[in-house]
């Protein structure tokens, strides 16, 4: 296995807690003007909504998506690490002092790596969305009708392997340096949570590139 991705699986779910009480958890319960300018829907969260049975639905999928979350990041993510393992053998990222990357080798690579990886991430959630037969699977990364940081790992395991397999495609194709490869890993990491967490604060790096 590749010591980058297996450190980096090391850090998915304390990364993960530290975001969500950090970064996700005060908007979500101060709710003042200042984060809520931000807000991407204007629709009340729904565990505030004023219908019961609309906060009863919230929290008891909430309570299934702790599960699936945790399935995910703990069983899920390391299985498939382990699986890339065994079916590109021969693609090592070298750790090596050695071979370690200059400044601007280490940014094209970075570059590079999340362009390729928009590229994929579009088209396989495209194609989940096009054939039903991958949507049965995809949809159910939808059952939030608003986005929170719970979505973010929330999957059903067929789509959580695509959803990995783009960065996993990523590094066979560029073989950056490990050390590289946390960084890129970090920050897809970084970005799926951004991407859920339903407010689109301008301060989060991830919203100050086009891509
Ligand atoms: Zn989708």
Known sequence: MHTSEVLLWFIVLPYFILYA??????????????????????????????????????????????????????????FYVYVKGILLPSRTMSFSVDSWPTYMKSFSDIIVSIVLHEFIFYWSHRLMHTYPVLYKH?????EYKQNNILAAHHFNSIDYLFSVAGPVLTSVVVQPHGMTQIQIGLWILTANLDDHLGYAFPWSPVRWFPL
């Open 138 to 142: 995809h949809k159910v990364h939808h």
């Open 21 to 78: 009480l950090a970064v996700a958890l005060p908007p979500y319960l101060l709710e003042w003007d200042f984060f809520e300018q931000f807000k991407i829907s204007k629709d009340a969260w729904p565990w505030k909504d004023e219908r019961e049975a609309v906060r009863r639905k919230f929290w008891k999928l909430m309570r299934r998506s702790l599960v699936i979350d945790t399935m995910n990041i703990l069983i899920l993510a390391p």
